[in-house]
Nanobody, 124 residues
């Protein structure tokens, strides 16, 4: 099972980016997907998740600015990020899991293996 996050880059505050998470080697539609981020010297945090049924939930820090969508025919999940601030600067990761809500989301697989992620840098 491989998930690869991509689409990061440098953006000015107030701008937008869309990240992609592509999966291979699995029956993608059975799983929820969580987007995480880790800023320098901070713990990794769950930004938001989308259930297998397509319902999405978000952390308070991004609610109203970020949205998650998925296309099971393409084995892909997207994270649309709008009105970015410097606080959103981080490496972003995606992870398969189970759960229908933000608090119930549980990642699966090797929790020590997060891959390279994709770096988002927001300049102020």
């Amino acid at each position: 099972v491989q998930l690869q996050a991509s689409g990061g880059g440098l953006v000015q505050a107030g701008g937008s980016l869309r990240l992609s998470c592509a999966a291979s080697g699995i029956t993608f539609r059975r799983y929820a997907v969580g987007w995480y981020r880790q800023a320098p010297e901070k713990q990794r945090e769950l930004v938001g998740m989308i259930s297998s049924g397509g319902s999405s939930r978000y952390s308070d820090s991004v609610q109203g600015r970020f949205s998650i969508s998925r296309d099971n025919t393409k084995n892909t999940v997207w994270l649309q990020m709008d009105n970015l601030t410097s606080e959103d600067t981080a490496v972003y990761y995606c992870k398969l899991g189970f759960g229908a809500s933000y608090n119930s989301f549980r990642p699966i697989g090797d929790l020590d293996a997060w891959g390279q992620g994709t770096l988002v840098t927001v300049s102020s």
